[in-house]
């Protein structure tokens, strides 16, 4: 058991005021499937941005589709604007190898050829496998590679931080 | 040793080949509609393709001619980025004389990943499932009066597009049954998603009464039938059943079960129209029907690719 506390809550005050920094006229924020999602979707509120946030899916371009297979209902993908030209800010509970954020730059691009992608996260774990780094991140830590760090968000829309220790 | 499991599945339950919709759970039905709808959506974006697939071989095995089913397998496998071969063994090695699992035997020397199969013998893809390597999968696009499982996928994800919901619908199946594997499919993929009334309507020579085993409603009266249904799947009647005296006519066909405006009357005013395809005008369906608000045809088509997208990325995604 690890007695790492994180506090979601305090640390997405300081991810929405790093995202603040980081908006340009032409952004839009992209949050990725499912943490990322929670966390562009209150964002996109707290800002007072116009118009809707974007969800986007790594499931269509996994490169552990091989051993993993499809799991569940593979795409949630939905981008409610042009994504041709834009400043795209996506937005992570959780940074780790970086291949999730691989996956969904592949999966933007599909959609069109954006101005730019930006990256901000709640958390980087570090144990990156690929040369991705965000822009802004909110808090630091290191964990066990046997550890999983996953957001929560409870029925009032609040955010927690969920720890488990995987099998080996 | 014969095993007991239903060889589609793996130990884990998992979908490995897609051979018939007999004997699988509802769960592995909605995962592959679940999976469908979101494949639906990469058909509009500006790259069409999704890499699943990448580096995989598709063969298309087609021992019994078909355009339409095979082009929807052969855009669903480009579209998850496989490579696709198609093969009109109808011409080629059998016959030559080459038995079928020679046939197999030669294309997985060629580093074969998936064989999607048509045959007129019913059984065929259960064959090659059992004497392919453990990397291959096998998708049953036709065998015989058996089964035709994507085209009841793809109905069943028709219906569920307009009607959201299976537990309260009345299902009218119309015309030749008995040589039908889309009915056969249809009535499996029906029961298991909990579909409370299936009616089989048709002429005795066409309806066999032995259905009714199946949990099916037989009607050789059309009206009786149709009415109240929320859902009409019409059948393509084969010129070949006129030859075979089991029918008088088309035209006396056509007066008794040719889905006509006014038949369609009886139906619920928001009942759906479907047809697996080719349709004959005047046969089994008024052009007035066929092209009118209520008929789902032309978006049946597009659903395929999408189910036989959901389809074979499951099975890939899944060991033996």
Not at chain 1, 13 to 20: I, N, S, T
Not at chain 2, 89 to 96: Q, Y
Request: net charge neutral; charged share 20%.
């Amino acid at each position: 058991m690890s007695t790492l506390h994180l506090d979601a809550e305090a640390l997405y005050a300081d991810l929405a005021a790093g995202v603040r920094s980081l908006l340009k006229p032409e952004s839009v924020l992209v949050g990725i499937w499912s943490g990322g999602a929670w966390l562009a979707e209150r964002l996109q509120r707290d800002l007072k941005l116009a118009g809707d946030h974007g969800v986007i899916s790594s499931a269509l371009h996994r490169d552990d589709f091989g051993s993993r297979g499809l799991s569940g209902a593979a795409d949630h993908t939905k981008l409610p604007f042009e994504v041709e030209g834009r400043a795209i800010l996506l937005i992570d509970d959780v940074l780790y190898t970086g291949r999730t954020t691989r996956a969904v730059i592949n999966e933007l691009f599909d959609f069109g050829r954006p101005a730019s992608v930006t990256l901000a996260v709640l958390v980087d774990r570090g144990g990156r496998e690929l040369p991705i780094q965000p822009a802004f991140s909110a808090v630091r830590v290191t964990l066990p590679r046997g550890q999983k760090l996953t957001l929560a968000r409870d029925a009032a829309g609040r955010f927690a931080f969920d720890i488990k220790t995987e099998a080996p | 040793m014969l095993s007991k499991r239903n060889p589609q599945l793996n130990a884990q339950g998992e979908l490995i080949h897609l051979l018939s919709i007999e004997g699988l759970p509802r769960a592995v039905l909605t995962q592959i509609l679940d999976t469908a709808g979101s494949f639906l959506s990469v058909n509009e974006r500006e790259v069409k393709k999704v890499p699943l697939l990448r580096g995989k071989s598709v063969f298309n095995l087609f021992f019994e001619n078909s355009t339409r089913t095979r082009t929807t397998f052969e855009i669903a496998a480009k579209r998850l980025s496989a490579d696709v071969i198609n093969l009109d063994i109808a011409r080629s090695s059998t016959a030559k004389g080459e038995s079928l699992l020679d046939t197999i035997a030669n294309l997985s020397a060629m580093h074969a990943d998936m064989f999607v199969v048509r045959h007129s013998e019913s059984g065929a893809p259960y064959l090659i499932a059992q004497h392919c390597a453990p990397h291959v999968h096998v998708v049953n696009a036709g065998d015989g009066r058996h089964a035709h499982p994507t085209q009841g996928l793809l109905d069943m994800y028709t219906i569920r597009h307009y009607k959201r919901d299976f537990t309260g619908l009345t299902v009218a199946i119309v015309g030749d049954i008995v040589h039908s594997r889309v009915a056969r499919s249809d009535i499996h993929a029906l029961t298991t998603l909990g579909v409370p009334e299936i009616r089989a309507v048709g002429p005795k020579t066409l309806v066999p009464g032995d259905l009714r085993e199946m949990g099916v409603r037989v009607c050789h009266d059309m009206a009786e039938g149709i009415r109240g249904a929320d859902v009409i799947i019409m059948l393509r009647l084969q010129n070949e059943r006129m030859s075979g005296a089991m029918l008088p006519s088309a035209g006396e066909f056509f007066k008794n079960y040719g889905l006509t405006p006014e038949k369609l009357a009886l139906a619920k005013p928001d009942a759906i129209v479907m047809h697996p395809g080719p349709i004959n005008r005047g046969v089994e369906i008024h052009s007035a029907v066929a092209d009118g608000a209520q008929s789902v045809i032309l978006p049946q088509v597009t659903f395929g690719i999408a189910v036989r997208m959901a389809v074979m990325s499951i099975i890939a995604g899944n060991n033996a």
